[in-house]
């Protein structure tokens, strides 16, 4: 071998040998002895003038002999490359590479250029990986059964206390002999109704923040379902003298999307909504589709607002604004749930709101979700 070819496989920044058509290595690289060193498999006899290819033939390894086969199938002309995988157990550790060896021509002779990389950071990032994603389901899953576990065992007693309370407040068995007893009836299964309704709201927060929270995707009329919903609030806002108006386009396009979940939401919207409405007022409950392409729902009130560095605040669990508007009997998580919710959708929640001028709250469902693009 020419001392030029031999100087230039020396200089190889990486572990490789140049290898003649009997399979023969004729030249190797610095790297390749420092190679053979640090894995220990590599003795003195495996280096210049060592038959490459039939000691790979001769190994116990399965994966060391199919490298043998694949530089044989480059010096005998069937293929130009061949690229393989491998573990090499050194004294110490377990290291993988990839070995790669290509067609080259020296002297006029068709030759083998065997090159082995290091991929053991690879292999162990992406083992890590894998392990820690099976750590995060598992620890996923066990969250979510906790939750569940937790919820029923809260539920069961509160449900005692609520029907116990009812039964109270309807003198089942008669009379309690003083007017005050149903009020304080009526109060126990009210305060039972609301903390039966916030464990409900932190397990699914809960669940949300660790993207658990089921969808089940229906075709929605956006229209329709604002319609029936500000229908069915209605009797409350007539109580509080407030008027809610819902509005959309003829064309609006249909919403694919977990229906009782956008339900929720707007439920949530219009709570909040009709909490801080003024009397002899109006909200809004708007559906459209913007510039995008998106569709969207928007809520509208006429109220006290918020200070202008103040709104996304109160989509934070158990946030509350100061001021009168503020309901004592609200937790503070319906924002937070309603955000949770789009999230889960791939959507945002947007929020508008100034002193004295009103909020506007819009859920904006990502422009994949219209049937209008899918089409």
């Known amino acids: 071998m020419p001392d030029l070819t031999a100087a230039v496989v020396d ?18 690289s610095d790297e390749w002895r420092r190679f053979g060193e640090e894995n ?28 043998g086969r694949g530089v044989k199938s480059v010096l005998d002309g069937d293929r130009e490359e061949f690229r393989h995988v491998y573990s090499c157990h050194a004294p ?13 021509k020296a002297e006029g002779r068709r030759m083998a250029l065997v090159v082995h990389t290091s991929i053991t950071g690879e292999v162990l990032k992406g083992s890590m990986a894998k392990e820690a994603e099976r750590d995060i389901a ?14 029923d065992e809260l539920r069961a007693p509160l449900n005692t206390i609520i029907g116990l309370s009812d039964m109270l407040s309807q003198a089942v068995f008669g009379p309690l002999g003083n007017a005050r007893y149903e009020d304080y009836a009526a109060e126990i299964g009210g305060s039972g109704r609301r903390l039966r309704a916030l464990v409900d709201d932190v397990v699914e927060l809960s669940l949300m923040d660790g993207g658990d929270l089921p969808l089940r ?4 009329d956006l229209a329709a379902l ?8 209605g009797e409350r806002a007539e109580g509080r003298r407030v008027e809610i108006f819902p509005w959309a386009p003829g064309d609006l396009p249909p919403l694919r999307a977990d229906a009782g979940r956008v339900r929720q939401m707007i439920d949530h919207l219009l709570d909040n909504a009709l ?63 309603t955000r949770g919710l789009i999230e889960a959708h791939g959507g945002r929640l947007m929020l508008r709101a100034r002193p004295k001028r009103g909020t506007a709250v819009t859920l904006r469902f990502p422009q994949t979700r219209s ?5």
């Open 217 to 220: 995707e229906d075709t929605i």
């Open 92 to 104: 110490w550790e377990v290291r993988w590479y990839r070995v790669s060896c290509r067609h080259v």
């Open 11 to 28: 200089a190889l920044p990486m572990s490789g040998c140049l290898v003649d058509q009997e399979g023969v290595i004729v030249a190797v």
């Open 138 to 151: 598992r620890l996923g899953a066990e969250r979510a059964e906790l939750l569940q576990r937790l919820s």
């Open 226 to 233: 604002c319609d029936d919903i500000a229908e069915e609030w």
């Open 371 to 375: 049937l209008r693009a899918a089409g």
């Open 275 to 337: 909490d801080a409405a003024p009397e002899d007022s109006r909200v809004t409950l708007e559906a459209a589709e913007d510039a995008a392409g998106c569709l969207t729902v928007t809520v509208t009130d006429v109220g006290a607002g918020l200070p202008r560095n103040d709104p996304m605040r109160l989509t934070e669990p158990f946030y509350k604004a100061a001021g009168p508007a503020v309901d004592p009997d609200h937790p503070g998580l319906g924002l937070a749930l």
């Open 40 to 67: 220990g498999s590599l003795d003195a006899d495996f280096g210049l003038g060592t038959n490459y290819v039939a000691i790979c033939g001769a190994s116990s390894d399965a994966a060391i002999r199919a490298i």
